[in-house]
C-alpha cells in the first residue's frame, strides 16, 4: 500500500488529507454550515453510545454480509452521494463507485458530483444508488431518473434536507478562474493543483451542464412524481424526526436515511445517531432505515446497528480518502472499515451483523426524553 494511504484511524486519514487539499477546499467540505456545531455533534454523540460486550465468547470467524433493500452487500457501510466528488479528485464519483464495486457494497452518487451516470456506470461494478434533487428542475431529475434506468442502478435516493443552498460545495462553482482564489495555497499543494489543471475545466463543463439553480425542492408531494417516473426503489435521504420518517413512508419511501446531510445544511439539527432509535421505532417494522453523519470507525457502525439501522453510510471518510489517493484511497477507507467492524464484533462478542442488538448499546437517558412533537 502507498505510504500516504497507510492510515489506521479516520483521525490519521484527516489529517492527510488536510495536507493533500488547498486549505480553503479542505476547510469547506470538512466543516459543515454555520458554526459546524452539528457536524461536530454527529461525531462526538457516538462517544456517548457505550457498547456492552458479552465476555468469554469467542467466534474466529465473523460474517459482516447483509443486504440492503435486497441487494447483497459485504458490510454495512455504503458510501453516502457527495456533490463536488470530482474537485477534490479528477476519480470522483466513478472511482468511487469502482472502489465500492470492489468492497461489494453500495456506491450512492450525488446528482451534483461532477460526472455523469453514464461515467459512473462505465466504471461502476457493484450496485449504484442515484441521488436527486430537484434543484435543477424536474426535466433535469428525469434525465437522472432515465439514466439510473438504463444503465440498471438499484434505487434512487431523493435527498429532502436541503431545501436552499447555504454552503455551496466549492465544486458546485468552482472554474479555472476562480482556482485563482486558492492563491499561494495552489503551491503548496502541487499533486492536487496539477491534477486540477487538466481536470478543472472539465468539472467546469459539467456544472455547467447542470443549468441554472431553480428554486425547488422536492416536497413530500413531488414523491408520487418520482415514484411513477423511476418505478423502483426510492429511498428518502435527510430524516431527523419521527414524524417526517412517518411522512415518507406514507408518501411511498422503501427506505429512508436517517441524516442532517453532515451537518452540511441546518447547523443546530441534532446528532443523527442520537435521533436514530425514535425513528426506527416509529417505521422500522416497515422500511429499512440507514444512517449517516459522524460514522468515523467499526465501533460506530455497531452502535448505529444495535439502535436500530440496516446500514451505515460513509460521507467525509470516503471524501478525504478520495482526496488523499484517489479511487485507492477509496479501496483503503473501505477495508479499513471492514477490519475495524470486524473487530469491533468479535469484541462486543457476537458472530454476525444480525446478532447485533439494543441490548449491546447503552445511550444518555436524555436521548429518550419525550420531546415536542416536530410537526404541529
Ligand atoms: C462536501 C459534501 C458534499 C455533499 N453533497 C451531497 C449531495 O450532493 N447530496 C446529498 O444528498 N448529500 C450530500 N452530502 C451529505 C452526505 O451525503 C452525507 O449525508 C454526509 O456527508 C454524512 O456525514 P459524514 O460526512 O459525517 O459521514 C454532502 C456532504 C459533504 C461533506
New binding site residues.
Given amino acids: 500500500m502507498p505510504k500516504k494511504l497507510n492510515f489506521h484511524t479516520y483521525e490519521e486519514l484527516k489529517a492527510s488529507a488536510r495536507k493533500a487539499l488547498p486549505r480553503v477546499l479542505f476547510e ?2 470538512a466543516n459543515g454550515s454555520g458554526r459546524s456545531w452539528t ?1 461536530r455533534h ?2 462526538a454523540a457516538f462517544d456517548e453510545v457505550d457498547l456492552v460486550p458479552r465476555a468469554a465468547v469467542g467466534f474466529p470467524e465473523r460474517q459482516l454480509s447483509t443486504t440492503v433493500l435486497g441487494t447483497e452487500v459485504s458490510m454495512p457501510v455504503l458510501l ?5 466528488l470530482r474537485m477534490v479528485h479528477p476519480h470522483g464519483a466513478p472511482g468511487a463507485a469502482a472502489a465500492a464495486g470492489r468492497a461489494g457494497t453500495v456506491a ?1 452518487v ?4 461532477g460526472h455523469t451516470p453514464d461515467e459512473i456506470a462505465r466504471r461502476a461494478t457493484g450496485p449504484v444508488w442515484q ?1 436527486v ?1 430537484l434543484s435543477h428542475g424536474y426535466e433535469k431529475c428525469a434525465e437522472y431518473i432515465e439514466a439510473a434506468k438504463r444503465h440498471g442502478f438499484q434505487a434512487i ?1 431523493v ?1 429532502v434536507d ?1 431545501p436552499v443552498s447555504p454552503k455551496p ?1 466549492m465544486g458546485l462553482k468552482v472554474s479555472l478562474s476562480s482556482a485563482i482564489e486558492f492563491g499561494p495555497q495552489l503551491a503548496r499543494r502541487p499533486a492536487w493543483t496539477a491534477r486540477f489543471l487538466t481536470d478543472g475545466a472539465k468539472l467546469a463543463a459539467a456544472n455547467e451542464a447542470m443549468g441554472p439553480r431553480k428554486k425547488q425542492t422536492a416536497l413530500w408531494s413531488d414523491m408520487d412524481w418520482l415514484k411513477e417516473r423511476w418505478g423502483g426503489p426510492l429511498i428518502v ?2 430524516i431527523i424526526t419521527p414524524e417526517d420518517a412517518r411522512r415518507a413512508v406514507d408518501a411511498g419511501a422503501d427506505a429512508i ?1 436517517v ?6 445544511s441546518l447547523d443546530g439539527a441534532p446528532a443523527t445517531i442520537t435521533v436514530l432509535e425514535s425513528i426506527v421505532r416509529e417505521v422500522g417494522q416497515e422500511v429499512e432505515v440507514y444512517l ?4 468515523r470507525q467499526g465501533s460506530d457502525v455497531v452502535r448505529a446497528l444495535a439502535l436500530g439501522a440496516r446500514a451505515v ?5 470516503q ?1 478525504l480518502a478520495l482526496a488523499l489517493g484517489g479511487e485507492r484511497g477509496v479501496d483503503a477507507v473501505l477495508e479499513l472499515f471492514r477490519h475495524q467492524l470486524d473487530v469491533a464484533l468479535a469484541m462486543v462478542g457476537v458472530q454476525s451483523v444480525h446478532d447485533i442488538d439494543r441490548s449491546y448499546a447503552r445511550t444518555p437517558e436524555r436521548w429518550t426524553d419525550p420531546q415536542p412533537a416536530a410537526l404541529s
Fill in positions: 469547506d467540505m457536524t454527529n461525531e453516502s452521494p457527495i456533490g463536488a450512492s450525488s446528482m451534483m458530483c441521488q434533487y435516493a435527498t436541503c460545495p435521504k435527510g436515511v441524516s442532517n446531510h453532515g451537518g452540511m449517516d453523519g459522524g460514522v453510510m460513509i460521507g467525509r471518510p471524501l
